[in-house]
């Protein structure tokens, strides 16, 4: 079955402790995404991927980074988590950069509490 | 640049009601709009989409759209609400050389008996 795979559903942490969501995609695309979701901004983008090691700024990146070592793999990675990171968390792929066409694939979700 | 407007982020139906949820969408180059759903506790699913060709689109569920190129519009409808549309709808819009998308803010629509 083609999906996006997000983990852990459910986090709950402390200010200032490095964490990692991770991201997993069975359907060889190229461009990957994290995007955060807050009640009335809809969703923004963090940081994307076109390709194996190519990486870029999305609209919110500060206080993000991202790896794109593998092509199924994208992780969040969250350096020193602070409250206003408190959000809804969703990673997206899709295929064929740079027709913009194609719809994206969204995972389920990774709801983060920053305490 | 690209941009997508939703109004009214609470509509309210009746089940069996025409279903009306409005997006407006600004770029400057020839776009291509997406409607997405979200149900509670769930990731987003593709509703539809229009890239090229025909501009009415019909999605699942009933739900279709229609592109006006004129009006920069790309609303959804359903001609019948059910109470298991009840969800988060969003509309996004890419364009240009990447696959970014770029969303509204979200309209929730609640449909009563």
């Known amino acids: 079955e083609a999906q996006v795979t997000q983990n852990p559903r459910y986090l709950i942490t402390v200010t200032g402790k490095k964490l990692t969501v991770t991201c997993s995609q069975n359907m060889n695309h190229e461009y990957m995404s994290w995007y955060r979701q807050d009640p009335g901004l809809g969703l923004r983008q963090i940081y994307y991927?076109?390709?194996?090691?190519?990486?870029d700024k999305g609209d919110v990146p500060e206080g993000y980074k991202v790896s794109r070592k593998e092509k199924r793999n994208f992780p969040l990675i969250l350096e020193s988590p602070s409250p206003n990171q408190t959000s809804l968390y969703f990673c997206?792929?899709?295929?064929?950069?740079?027709?913009?066409?194609?719809?994206?694939?969204f995972g389920q979700g990774t709801r983060l509490t920053v305490v | 640049a690209q941009s997508v407007t939703q109004l009214g982020s609470h509509v309210s139906v009746s089940e069996g009601a025409l279903v009306l949820l409005r997006c407006n969408y600004s770029s400057s180059v020839p776009p291509y709009l997406f409607w997405y759903v979200q149900y509670p506790n769930q990731g987003l699913q593709l509703l539809l989409k229009y890239t090229t060709g025909a501009t009415l689109v019909k999605g699942i569920n009933g739900f279709e759209a229609e592109f006006k190129k004129s009006e920069t519009s790309f609303h959804l409808t359903k001609p019948s609400a059910h109470m298991s549309d009840a969800a988060e709808y969003f509309c996004a819009v890419s364009a240009g050389t990447a696959s970014k998308l770029t969303f509204g803010t979200g309209t929730r629509l609640q449909v009563t008996l």
């Open positions: 997206a792929s899709s295929s064929t950069p740079g027709r913009g066409r194609t719809e994206a694939f």
């Open positions: 991927s076109m390709n194996v090691e190519v990486t």
